[in-house]
T-cell receptor, first 113, second 109 residues
Framework: DTGVSQDPRHKITKRGQNVTFRCDPI?????LYWYRQTLGQGPEFLTY????????KSRLLSDRFSAERPKGSFSTLEIQRTEQGDSAMYLC???????????FGQGTRLTVV | EDQVTQSPEALRLQEGESSSLNCSYT??????LFWYRQDPGKGPEFLFT???AGEEKEKERLKATLTKKESFLHITAPKPEDSATYLC??????????FGTGTSLTVIP
């Protein structure tokens, strides 16, 4: 296993379009996280899955954002009607257990023009 | 309010000049403190986990320590390849990790 994989690495979209990102976690990890990071800031928590259940969502996650993790494997994060303020690095991470280290993917850089 | 503060925001060192980065936290019931390294345009790379005051972890030129209020990342005789942003994080409610804004380290040859 080569770690957490995210696709695509870069995405440029026009304002108002929908985008979807994919994350493949480390195979034995049942916990999966999505974070968003803007320039000069640390990653900000968006949502968390344990297996296929979405157990936590940040208030940062507006109604335009939706995440899924069917069958507790890969996860997708969809942003509808993108806005310029959505431009950021979207990071996925996975971990084996609560309060243990999370391993991050390389991120998807979203640019909304 | 739970908070994580990192200092300094940026640090420039000559190669071989040792220094320390600080991460102070105000979290009730600390359940671990995590250090990550992040290179530009990439995801954070896990370095260390510390769970209790007095604990220390080492990896190559890096050593992380933890007290009841703060953690230090000591860098001994840094090399240019140590240049990166160093992030600390603590778990807060549930499974959310709260990250500091990081220290951007530049090591000059």
């Amino acid at each position: 296993d080569t770690g957490v994989s995210q696709d695509p690495r870069h995405k440029i979209t026009k304002r108002g379009q929908n985008v979807t990102f994919r994350c493949d976690p480390i195979s034995e990890h049942n916990r999966l996280y999505w974070y968003r990071q803007t320039l000069g800031q640390g990653p900000e928590f968006l949502t968390y899955f344990q297996n296929e259940a979405q157990l936590e969502k940040s208030r940062l996650l507006s109604d335009r954002f939706s995440a899924e993790r069917p069958k507790g494997s890969f996860s997708t994060l969809e942003i509808q009607r993108t806005e310029q303020g959505d431009s950021a690095m979207y990071l996925c991470a996975s971990s084996l257990d609560t309060n243990t280290e999370a391993f991050f993917g390389q991120g998807t850089r979203l640019t909304v023009v | 309010e739970d908070q994580v503060t990192q200092s300094p925001e940026a640090l420039r060192l000559q190669e071989g000049e040792s220094s320390s980065l600080n991460c102070s936290y105000t979290v009730s019931g600390l359940r671990g403190l995590f250090w990550y390294r992040q290179d530009p345009g990439k995801g954070p790379e896990f370095l260390f986990t510390l769970y209790s005051a007095g604990e220390e972890k080492e990896k190559e030129r890096l050593k992380a320590t933890l007290t009841k209020k703060e953690s230090f990342l000591h860098i001994t005789a840094p090399k240019p390849e140590d240049s990166a942003t160093y992030l600390c994080a603590v778990p807060i409610t549930g499974n959310q990790f709260y990250f500091g804004t990081g220290t951007s380290l530049t090591v000059i040859p």
